[in-house]
């Protein structure tokens, strides 16, 4: 309770004592700990697609887009200021944060997540180097099934990309057709930074530590949807 609470409500930890009647060492011990044993989790909770013809066919029944086996895309979240290397996590906004890259089906479950880059690593880097792209250059074809990621990717074989000057109506449907489908990773990011609200503020922790954070929290996102859980109506816009 201790931990769904920091993770779910966004408040540091000597308040949440506070509420609870329990000091600070206490609860930082228990969400420690409780961080540690769903980690391990992982790769029970965060998969990749298995049933691949009916994830195809489900991503299909969005905006006709066949073959598709998932969205990818980077998402920042916010960290302290460090005082070393601090230049690799500011960002473009000018706040220091990890560039966490994520892969989703059509249900909006993660089925990949990397929390490990500096902010200063553009998406399309953090991509190339992942177990991701690893395992779609081995197996990502059109038969297969392919990615799609936006104009900050490359467009490659495996991972179809927009048209950045569409010219022909053809490539303009496309486009179309490409954005509505893809959308399903930008709604997820969504629903995951409002069901826990640690992932909207800033994290004063030091980067491993934030990594675990955001790890346990696409855990937990995946398991709520596993359980229909209902998705938090939503305030304020999400970047």
Not at 56 to 61: G, H, P, T
Not at 133 to 159: K, P, Q, T, V
């Amino acid at each position: 309770m201790v931990t769904l609470r920091f993770l779910a409500s966004g408040s540091f930890l000597q308040v949440i004592g506070d509420t609870l009647g329990l000091d600070k060492s206490a609860v930082s011990r228990a969400v420690d700990s409780v961080l540690d044993a769903l980690r391990e989790k992982r790769k029970e909770f965060i998969q990749w697609p298995t049933k691949l013809n009916q994830t195809k066919a489900e991503f299909y029944e969005i905006a006709g887009f066949q073959n598709i086996l998932g969205a990818v895309d980077g998402t920042h979240i916010r960290i302290k200021r460090l005082h070393h290397d601090e230049a690799s996590f500011i960002n473009r906004k000018s706040y220091p944060s990890l560039n966490v890259q994520t892969a989703c089906d059509e249900k909006g479950r993660f089925t990949n997540i990397n929390a490990n880059w500096p902010s200063c690593c553009h998406d399309c880097h953090v991509f190339r180097t992942s177990q991701v792209c690893a395992h779609m250059e081995r197996n990502g074809n059109w038969e297969n099934g392919i990615l799609l990621g936006d104009s900050g990717y490359l467009c490659r074989s495996f991972l179809m990309t927009p048209f950045l000057n569409p010219i022909e109506q053809h490539h303009g449907r496309y486009n179309r057709c490409h954005a509505a489908t893809r959308s399903v990773i930008e709604s997820t990011f969504g629903r995951w930074k409002r069901r826990f609200h640690r992932l909207h503020s800033e994290i004063r922790m030091d980067p491993k530590k934030v990594t675990k954070i955001v790890m346990v929290c696409a855990i937990l996102h995946n398991i709520c949807i596993q359980l229909n859980e209902p998705d938090v109506a939503a305030e304020e816009p999400v970047n």
